[in-house]
């Protein structure tokens, strides 16, 4: 009886924005007299950082300070369509909205700054919230003056508009799964490899280390990237080796009823991270970024399964490799089937063995 | 400064940790009615008598819903995308789940609604279960709907998504071994620490406000717009910030009831789900059951590949034919493979409906495809990495569904991960890239794939 050392890795891919896409997203902004610029987005924060990273976004689009951004998400009057935080779509999709929407109303400030100091618009950027001539950065005007003279000289609400739909791809052919156009925005690629220790007694997984590399695109904020990265591999780790709503499957009975009688992944079940991000910035996601929210619970089970192998000798094809599944692996020892050129696995749990009414040929 | 590139505090993070953020069940109004859910306590039967005569008549209780006070009964989540509708927002009839809703009950307080949930006379004739989406296809299965156990309205009202690319049978003819596994993750619930919860107040001018914990504030919007047959500005949905979302409150869950309860109320009404509800009631991750069967050369290539999906919708249909689909896009993972036969089914059974969960459809898809590589490579004698740069996507690669991959970065990760585990990679594949294929990197039986322009 002893506790196993293994190490097993994974590498993976998830596409951005809805499969086949059609999902739209839309925001406007407003410039209060000062300056402050209001966003209006449909995308909920789920906890994801979407109200921060869609402020960054904006900021950085018009040339004014992160905190002059105020972002309302709060309903469905001032707020213009958001399909939805989902689909790893918050950053790219309306990230691309919220960018459309900031260079809009950044033309509009620029005009109004060209009115002020007699000079074409073309002429002019915003730096730091101040509106500079290009190549003589000494004569400037500020954002809060603009506004003060498109509010009280003007007579104009400075307000830009964005929206982003990526075309839905129609299955053109249903036979064999031919789509009319890319079914997503953009795919993200990341690996992971995981440090496993399994106890041959009680049958029991820690995973003690998980490597991960992400493709992000451009980490518009690297901490919420990391959040993503680490928050998710935790939930990849509960899905691997711990969580199942049925746990007397395929009785009802029994299920959690408190967040005490679910296994779900606690602090003392966190391993040692080294998270890698990767910047290969994308062409269409808003300063090349990409989404990687949901990919980042993919990786973990399948490198976990495989560095339980490597530790103690056994594919556990289900999850979660929960204890009882290692023993009775262990216990077992089952061998593929091998006829001719075929290996096969599991054949106890396939339905050529299972059912009657639906056949597959290997 | 710049702000793209920046570590930013999170916009919201100091009002989340201090307790200060405003979440639904942080909102009280004058006049509030709390509800109670009358749910199944069965997981398949009949409803064959049902009677809200004495729940109504007691002292405190404000409005007792059922399927009657629901304008449109079924609407699909996906109706917009023509996936016709198959769930009632309150059982009629029958009950397919156990904790599926059949009755709202909006009282004084949290006790007199439940007392009188508990008020109202149901029976029930139990049917047949089904669990196992294996089964489901058998002739003595039990039936979960009219119109039988699985989904039947894929384009060209096909049963099942299908992908076909290339030639499989040449491939398996070609192939060195043969190698299949069968991978069946578990359900899982999302635990939000927020549960499932909405705060319904009708308005002097007619309108409903809905505060929400919805993912999606206009799919909420849409959704409760459709169930009432109102157009969309007599409803405004209050939300943006969610006590954690990860897929669960993309499907509207509270709102529409809530509302429909405080309009027969004529009084604002919150329906808070206990953590016990949260668990029965609301959606799970779905299990997944996959069969892989891979045409291997002794050289470390991947020839084709066939693959059968049986996706637990559970009782109701709610994303999964859109997750399925999602999940035959990406049923090759991270790797190219030119020949390819995949058939995948949403099958019904008696559990509570699944739903979109992060990385919904390909979360299964990566676990089965990731453990089936590494099994291969174990069984042929491949080194792990090597096997996954020889086969990973590259540039002009094409996807399961012909589209041509143009930024694909796997060969970069795997090199980031093995530089990090300390792992000689041979010289030939620590020099590979993601730029299209060519020399050794390009046997004959890719070439036919590749693509050089276009989508």
């Known amino acids: ?362 | 400064m710049k702000a793209v590139g920046a570590r930013l505090p999170r916009y919201d993070g100091v009002g989340h940790v201090t307790g200060q953020t405003q979440y639904v069940d942080d909102v009280r109004v004058p006049g509030m009615l709390w509800a109670k859910a009358l749910r199944s306590p069965v997981d398949h039967a009949a409803i064959t008598r049902f009677d809200t005569t004495k729940a109504e008549a007691m002292h405190g209780v404000h409005a007792v819903v059922t399927w009657r006070d629901v304008p449109l009964l079924e609407f699909g989540h996906l109706s917009a995308l023509g996936i016709p509708a198959d769930e009632p927002l309150l059982a009629k009839d029958e009950v397919r789940y156990k904790g599926q809703p059949i009755a709202l009950v909006a009282a004084d307080d949290l006790a007199t609604a439940q007392a009188a949930v508990e008020a109202i006379e149901i029976e029930y004739e139990n049917r047949p279960t089904l669990f196992d989406v294996r089964k489901a296809f058998d002739a003595d299965a039990p039936k979960i709907h009219s119109w039988g156990n699985w989904y039947p309205h894929f384009e060209g009202e096909m049963d099942r998504r299908q992908i076909r690319k290339g030639n499989i049978d040449e491939a398996f003819d070609n192939a060195d071994k043969i190698i299949s596994g069968v991978y069946r993750p578990a359900a899982i619930e999302h635990v939000p620490i927020e549960t499932q919860i909405a705060l319904a107040v009708p308005e002097p001018d007619g309108r409903i406000t809905i505060y929400s914990c919805t993912q999606a504030l206009y799919f909420s919007l849409g959704v409760v717009a459709a169930h009432l047959e109102v157009p969309m500005n007599k409803i405004k949905i209050v939300g943006g910030t969610v006590g954690g979302g990860f897929g669960g409150k993309v499907d509207t869950a509270a709102d529409t009831l809530a509302a429909i309860a405080a309009m027969k109320a004529a009084r604002p009404v919150k329906w808070r789900w206990t953590r016990e509800e949260e668990f029965l009631a609301s959606s799970t991750r779905a299990p997944w059951h996959m069969e892989i069967i891979d045409a291997v050369t002794n050289d470390g290539w991947i020839l084709g590949r066939k693959m059968l999906t049986l996706h637990d919708s559970g009782a109701y249909a709610r994303f999964s034919p859109y997750g399925l689909t999602k999940h035959s896009f990406h049923h090759t993972g991270a790797y190219t493979i030119p020949n390819l036969h995949f058939d995948g089914y949403v099958v019904f059974t008696n559990r509570t409906p699944t739903t979109a969960m992060r990385g919904f459809g390909v979360t299964s898809i990566s676990f089965a495809v990731e453990t089936h590589m590494n099994r291969v490579a174990d069984e042929m004698g491949f080194d792990p990495y090597e096997f996954r740069l020889k086969n990973a996507n590259r540039i002009n690669d094409t996807s399961p569904n012909r589209i041509r991959y143009t930024d694909p970065s796997s060969v970069d990760v795997i090199h980031a991960i093995a530089d990090a585990a300390g792992e000689e990679l041979a010289p030939a594949y620590a020099a590979a890239t993601r730029d299209p294929r060519e020399g050794d990197m390009l046997p004959e039986h890719l070439v036919g794939q590749l693509k050089t322009e276009g989508h």
Not at chain 1, 59 to 85: H, R
Not at chain 1, 182 to 191: L, N
Not at chain 1, 304 to 330: C, F, K, N
Request: glycine letters at 10%; aromatic letters at 6%; charged letters at 20%.
């Open chain 1, 1 to 362: 009886m002893a506790k196993h050392r293994g190490f097993g890795i994974s590498s993976i891919e998830y596409p951005t924005g809805m499969n086949q896409n059609g999902d739209p997203s839309q925001a406007w902004i407003k410039v209060k007299p000062d300056g402050r610029v209001d966003v209006f987005s449909g995308t909920a924060d789920i906890g994801n950082g979407a109200k921060t990273i869609q402020s960054q976004i904006v900021a950085e689009a018009i040339g004014v300070p992160y905190d002059w951004v105020t972002f309302d998400n709060s309903n469905t009057d001032s707020s213009p369509v958001c399909t939805g935080t989902f689909a790893s779509r918050a950053t790219f999709v309306a990230g691309n909205a919220v960018l459309k929407a900031a260079k809009d109303v950044k033309q509009k400030i620029l005009e109004i700054a060209g009115k002020e100091m007699e000079i074409s618009p073309d002429d002019l950027e915003i730096v730091d919230g101040e509106v500079l001539v290009k190549g003589a950065p000494t004569e400037k005007l500020g954002v809060a003056d603009v506004a003060v003279a498109a509010t009280w000289t003007h007579g104009v609400l400075m307000t830009g508009t964005g929206a982003q739909l990526n075309e839905f791809a129609e299955i053109v052919d249903p036979e064999t799964g031919e789509v009319s156009g890319p079914p997503h925005a953009a795919i993200s690629y990341a690996a992971c490899a995981a440090e496993v220790e399994v106890d041959d007694e009680t049958g029991d997984v820690r995973v003690l280390r998980l490597i991960q590399a992400y493709d992000v695109g451009t980490a518009i904020n690297p901490s919420l990237v990391e959040g993503q990265i680490e928050g998710g591999a935790l939930m990849g780790l509960g899905l691997g080796v711990l969580e199942n709503s049925y746990p007397y499957y395929p009785s009802t009975d029994h299920r959690g009823y408190s967040i005490g009688s679910y296994y779900m992944p606690s602090s003392e079940d966190m391993p040692s991270y080294e998270t890698i991000i990767i910047e290969n910035p994308s062409a269409d996601g808003p300063y090349g970024a990409k989404g990687i929210g949901e990919m980042a619970n993919n990786g973990q089970p399948g490198a976990i399964a495989a560095a339980v192998h490597d530790a103690v000798g056994v594919w556990i094809s289900e999850l979660p490799i929960s204890p009882e599944l290692v023993l009775r692996a262990l216990e077992a020892k089952a061998e593929p089937r091998r006829e001719g050129k075929l290996v096969a696995f599991d054949d106890e749990k396939s339905v050529n063995t299972v059912a009657t009414g639906i056949s597959w040929t290997p």
